[in-house]
């Protein structure tokens, strides 16, 4: 086992999934294992329908595996109960979704305040404060509807800050932004990981994987079935020796 597995955060083993549409079977993750480790910036890269969604919802625990397990902070999520996960979801990790899921009737403001378990009287600074970190703070009163999709985007990853959580997973955060906020959405990844904290990103884009420290690929699936495709790779690495390593550090899942 790698250093990376023993220290991480969130360790996927053997993960696979598959969906039955029409009577037909289509297998999208098969024995997948990956590992977010604290302190770095993870990206997960491959193409479209490659299942990086569905690996991000299972990881996120928001969707079931068919196999394998995920454990959190040494805990195995296999068959906890809903409550239980939506309390280890709401404390221990922040989630960005990649279609955002901001409440079309509330304000950003009020959109971030809502998973918030803080002190109340705490609230409304903290949410206000992460709006300004994601370049926000002059559209708290804003609803979705009223906001750009890359400032939807922003808004979506000041909620699943909220709560502080050790482990960020964002699917494609960076899909709608310009050069300038995407920089800025960077640097905060970088913050949270030398803040000992687990960022893992699914990304599109050549530079948010360059800005990482640890870059899995997923496996493209041949036909209906993906009979020995999936292969695990993950390494590590941290700061310095990160861009001298980088090519020696991508694997494909
Ligand atoms: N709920 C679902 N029912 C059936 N097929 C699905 C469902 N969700 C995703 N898929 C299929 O699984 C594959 C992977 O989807 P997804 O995880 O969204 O990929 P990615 O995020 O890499 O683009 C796609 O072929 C998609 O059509
Ligand atoms: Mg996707």
């Known amino acids: 086992m790698s250093r990376t597995s023993l220290n991480a955060l ?20 098969k024995d997948i294992d990956l590992a977010v480790a604290p302190g770095c910036v993870t990206a997960l890269v491959g193409h479209s329908g490659s299942g990086k969604s569905t690996l991000m919802h299972i990881l996120g625990l ?6 394998g397990r995920v454990v959190l902070e040494g805990h195995d999520t296999h068959g906890l109960a809903g409550s239980a996960l939506a309390d280890l979801r709401r404390r221990r990790l922040g989630f960005v979704f990649q279609s955002y899921n901001l409440l079309p009737q509330h304000s950003a403001l009020r959109n971030v305040l809502l998973p918030y378990t803080g002190r109340r009287r705490e609230a409304e600074a903290r949410a206000r404060g992460l709006l300004e970190r994601v370049g926000l703070g002059d559209r708290c009163e804003h609803r979705p509807s009223e906001l750009s999709g890359g400032e939807q985007q922003r ?30 959405l960077l640097g905060l990844f970088r913050e949270l990981a030398d803040d000992g904290r687990g960022v893992l990103v699914v990304t599109h884009n050549q530079a948010v994987a ?19 495709e999936a292969l695990a790779a993950h390494k590590e690495t941290k700061g310095r020796s990160r861009a001298a390593t980088r090519s020696s550090r991508e694997g494909e899942l």
């Open 210 to 228: 360059d800005a990482a420290d640890v870059v899995h690929r997923l496996g493209r699936r041949t036909g209906l079935s993906a009979q020995g």
């Open 155 to 184: 808004a979506a990853l000041a909620r699943a800050l909220v709560n502080d959580p050790p482990l960020l997973l964002a699917d494609e955060p960076t899909g709608n932004l310009d050069t300038e906020n995407e920089a800025l």
């Open 62 to 67: 928001l969707t079931k595996p068919d196999t």
């Open 10 to 29: 969130l360790t996927a083993s053997g993960v696979g999934k598959s969906y039955t549409l029409g009577g037909q079977r289509v297998d999208v993750l």
